[in-house]
């Protein structure tokens, strides 16, 4: 069950309010949840942000060094690609037993289709783009890494270019090729409805 299919309401912390950090306040502002902002810059006009994001008026923030009473206020992080998941600040909220994600995870998530793998040594492009064509030909709209762009970052550019400007993705299905050693860095992040397996060569099982 994802964090927007309980009844558990998870508090959100968006940690950075540039382009992407908005695009992630959007995206959980979509599914009601609990939001805080947050940005180091302390002098970071936020109610423009507020405003520009279309939360309410009301959004609770905090600019400047989080400090230890503020990991109270969130259960989870949602981080911006340019932050550090090793910074001081996020380790010290996994310190805290606060759960980290990034916005391929929230996307993920948030989405309402459903997730289609594809992986093995030979193949895989061919497969994955004969799949995302014909469920394109029902009338679906399809998240695909159809350049083979197969490792972590080319799976989270698949979810980055399939948004709107302001982060927001409409889709039914993704559709994604995944590189036979990635599987153990992607995985973690998304689980698939559906995987293809299309063959493992015993060289590439020798080479992982």
């Known amino acids: 069950m994802g964090i927007f299919d309980t009844d558990k309401r998870y508090r959100f912390l968006v940690y950075g309010m540039g382009i992407s950090g908005k695009g992630v306040a959007r995206l959980l ?65 996994e310190d805290a037993g606060k759960k980290v994600l990034g916005e391929i995870e929230l996307a993920y998530e948030a989405g309402k289709g459903r997730l289609a793998a594809i992986t093995g040594t030979n193949g895989k492009t061919t497969t994955n783009n004969l799949i995302a064509s014909a469920l394109e030909a029902e009338g679906k709209k ?26 927001r993705l409409d889709a039914d299905s993704a559709v994604l090729e995944i590189d036979e050693a990635s599987t153990v860095r992607v995985f973690p992040h998304l689980t698939p409805k559906y995987m293809v397996l299309t063959n493992l060569f015993t060289r590439a099982v020798l080479l992982h």
């Open 29 to 93: 502002n979509s599914q009601n949840a609990d939001i805080l902002l947050y940005d180091s810059n302390e002098d970071l006009d936020i109610d423009s942000v507020i405003k520009e994001t279309g939360l309410p008026e009301d959004t609770p923030y905090i600019l400047g060094k989080l400090k230890a009473s503020d990991y109270d206020r969130f259960d989870i992080i949602a981080l911006s690609p340019g932050v550090s998941a090793f910074s001081e600040q996020v380790k010290a909220a």
């Open 142 to 167: 399809v998240v695909c890494n159809r350049t083979g762009s197969n490792m972590l970052m080319g799976v989270a550019a698949a979810f980055v270019l399939a948004a709107d400007l302001r982060g």
